[in-house]
């Protein structure tokens, strides 16, 4: 998909080169027709008013929110009942009105502002509601039956603002059930609610994704792998692998399971049921692909610490615990899906060669095999902690490099800059982490920064020689 960035950066580079002469004035116009430059500037009028739409939508909630209470106590119940139901409905009416039905952009941006009003006034509506009615139950429930709400409008709607606004709903909800079931040492709720916060990891799954293509919205893709991911560590965590990384092998097996298996299902991942036909270009794999590699950095630099492989803890100081089945269930079908994947990613085949992955690809495998491994023989084998630090230390550095030399062979910025900023941060990791004098630390501070400028310049200047050499080498039309 072109973002409006992209299509911004195309048209100034487009403009210089014809003032160049390097293109003709034809190929500008082929190049304005396709990529719609003449759109740009309402675009981004368009993105502004909706944030402004949208903030004002939000202070005009919280104003009547605030009226509402201060009369409260004052009206009777069937008052207060038909009060609550006409904001709720007229509100949404009007908004879905002026989204469908706007002749003028603006009037359809304020819909969609009326419509998030809306949406928030669900919940204050359930919470009025209940305290009228006098139901009881904790702020969490809540939380989580507002969020399915505005996640039914967002699918009815095909809004990306409510989609992502019923993903935060439903995250407070699933953080704050956590915390109170499982911090503040009480007996968990056998009910309903159980079984939403301990099989969240399967339900954001089925609930976030089939939005997120149905939108075609990149940021709730994003917020959905946030959502499945983190839900899904926090459900191995609760074993209590972290807390037993150096003396249990019965918990180590937890941690190298959130370790691994969260990468390679991200790494792998295939968005084809979503696309019409296998030529369709991918929607949203690459945006995986990248998170994964998130993944895999942020574990890499976490372990190149000593203190990692050294640290332990003489108990688990929580008091809780899910039933085994309920982790074992959601580590199956996710491990499942990832196996699944893989094969289908790499085109096994009973002939030889049995495997053709990409390279890139086996990069990341054999990555992952290594960190295996590493965690492997020091949990169950032998105490290695000079040896794993040292590895991931090395690993940790071939990704910096492997990231860089991408950004230079494909021109990204962005492989660029995030493979300087791991070598630096390595650098300054490894400086902090040891016994060293203030003059040494001074030094590499400086050699560090002279050498992130040095690099930032002569990488932008590669960039426009590889753009004029790139224009310059295309055939006339």
Same mark, same amino acid.
């Given at each position: 998909?072109?973002?409006?960035?992209?299509?911004?950066?195309?048209?100034?580079?487009?403009?210089?080169?014809?003032?160049?002469?390097?293109? #003709?004035?034809?190929?500008?116009?082929?190049?304005?027709?396709?990529?719609?430059?003449?759109?740009?500037?309402?675009?981004?009028?368009?993105?502004?008013?909706?944030?402004?739409?949208?903030?004002?939508?939000?202070?005009?909630?919280?104003? *009547?929110?605030?009226?509402?209470?201060?009369?409260?106590?004052?009206?009777?119940?069937?008052?207060?009942?038909?009060?609550?139901?006409?904001?709720?409905?007229?509100?949404?009416?009007?908004? =879905?009105?002026?989204?469908?039905?706007?002749?003028?952009?603006? /009037?359809?941006?304020?819909?969609?502002?009326?419509?998030?009003?809306?949406?928030?006034?669900?919940?204050?509506?359930?919470?009025?509601?209940?305290?009228?009615?006098?139901?009881? &139950?904790?702020?969490?429930?809540?939380?989580?039956?507002?969020?399915? &709400?505005?996640?039914?409008?967002?699918?009815?709607?095909?809004?990306? !603002?409510?989609?992502?606004?019923?993903?935060?709903?439903?995250?407070?909800?699933?953080?704050?059930?956590?915390?109170?079931?499982?911090?503040? =040492?009480?007996?968990?709720?056998?009910?309903?609610?159980?079984?939403?916060?301990?099989?969240?990891?399967?339900?954001?799954?089925?609930?976030?994704?089939?939005?997120?293509?149905?939108?075609?919205?990149?940021?709730?893709?994003?917020?959905?792998? *946030?959502?499945?991911?983190?839900?899904?560590?926090?459900?191995?965590?609760?074993?209590?692998?972290?807390?037993?990384?150096?003396?249990?092998?019965?918990?180590? *097996?937890?941690?190298?399971?959130?370790?691994?298996?969260?990468?390679? !299902?991200?790494?792998?991942?295939?968005?084809?049921?979503?696309?019409?036909?296998?030529?369709?270009?991918?929607? =949203?794999?690459?945006?995986?692909?990248?998170?994964?590699?998130?993944?895999?950095?942020?574990?890499?630099?976490?372990?190149?610490?000593?203190?990692?492989?050294?640290?332990?803890?003489?108990?688990?100081?929580?008091?809780?615990?899910?039933?085994?089945?309920?982790?074992?269930?959601?580590?199956?079908?996710?491990?499942?899906?990832?196996?699944? /994947?893989?094969?289908?990613?790499?085109?096994?085949?009973?002939?030889?060669?049995?495997?053709?992955?990409?390279?890139?690809?086996?990069?990341?495998?054999?990555?992952?095999?290594?960190?295996?491994?590493?965690?492997?023989?020091?949990?169950?084998?032998?105490?290695?902690?000079?040896? &794993?630090?040292?590895?991931?230390?090395?690993?940790?550095?071939?990704?910096?490099?492997?990231?860089?030399? #991408?950004?230079?062979?494909?021109?990204?910025?962005?492989?660029?800059?995030?493979?300087?900023?791991?070598?630096?941060?390595?650098?300054?990791?490894?400086?902090?982490?040891?016994?060293?004098?203030?003059? !040494?630390?001074?030094?590499?501070?400086?050699?560090?920064?002279?050498?992130?400028?040095?690099?930032?310049?002569? =990488?932008?200047?590669?960039?426009?020689?590889?753009?004029?050499?790139?224009?310059?080498?295309?055939?006339?039309?």
């Amino acid at each position: 998909m072109v973002t409006d960035k992209f299509r911004s950066q195309l048209r100034q580079e487009a403009a210089q080169w014809q003032t160049e002469e390097l293109i #003709e004035e034809q190929f500008y116009d082929q190049l304005a027709t396709r990529y719609e430059f003449d759109k740009l500037e309402s675009s981004a009028r368009n993105r502004f008013t909706m944030i402004l739409l949208s903030i004002g939508g939000l202070l005009l909630g919280l104003g *009547i929110l605030t009226f509402v209470a201060a009369n409260w106590q004052g009206w009777g119940r069937e008052f207060r009942l038909i009060l609550l139901l006409s904001v709720f409905i007229a509100v949404n009416a009007i908004g =879905f009105h002026l989204w469908q039905r706007g002749r003028n952009p603006w /009037q359809s941006l304020l819909g969609q502002a009326l419509l998030f009003t809306g949406a928030l006034s669900l919940g204050a509506n359930m919470a009025l509601m209940a305290q009228m009615f006098q139901i009881g &139950g904790a702020e969490y429930k809540l939380f989580l039956v507002w969020g399915v &709400g505005v996640l039914i409008m967002a699918y009815s709607l095909r809004l990306t !603002l409510l989609g992502m606004l019923a993903i935060a709903l439903i995250g407070i909800g699933y953080w704050a059930g956590l915390y109170q079931s499982l911090y503040e =040492f009480t007996n968990y709720d056998t009910s309903l609610w159980r079984w939403v916060i301990s099989l969240m990891p399967l339900i954001a799954t089925v609930a976030y994704l089939p939005l997120a293509y149905w939108c075609r919205s990149r940021w709730i893709f994003v917020s959905s792998i *946030i959502a499945v991911i983190s839900s899904l560590l926090s459900l191995i965590d609760s074993s209590g692998w972290f807390f037993y990384w150096n003396n249990s092998p019965h918990q180590s *097996i937890w941690g190298l399971i959130s370790l691994i298996l969260p990468p390679a !299902l991200l790494w792998s991942y295939d968005d084809f049921p979503w696309r019409r036909s296998s030529e369709e270009p991918e929607i =949203f794999a690459a945006i995986a692909r990248k998170l994964s590699l998130l993944l895999i950095i942020n574990s890499c630099f976490f372990l190149s610490f000593y203190a990692a492989w050294t640290w332990s803890s003489s108990g688990n100081f929580r008091n809780y615990s899910y039933d085994i089945w309920i982790i074992l269930l959601s580590v199956i079908l996710f491990t499942i899906w990832t196996v699944a /994947q893989w094969i289908k990613h790499s085109k096994l085949s009973l002939q030889p060669p049995y495997f053709q992955l990409d390279l890139t690809s086996t990069f990341v495998l054999s990555l992952l095999g290594i960190m295996s491994i590493t965690t492997i023989w020091h949990n169950h084998v032998s105490l290695i902690p000079i040896l &794993g630090t040292f590895i991931f230390n090395c690993l940790l550095f071939i990704l910096g490099i492997g990231l860089t030399r #991408e950004g230079l062979t494909g021109n990204d910025r962005l492989s660029f800059w995030l493979g300087m900023g791991l070598l630096t941060a390595q650098i300054f990791s490894r400086t902090f982490e040891y016994d060293t004098g203030l003059l !040494l630390k001074s030094l590499i501070l400086i050699l560090c920064g002279a050498g992130v400028m040095i690099a930032g310049i002569w =990488f932008e200047r590669h960039l426009r020689h590889q753009g004029l050499v790139s224009v310059s080498n295309r055939p006339p039309t």
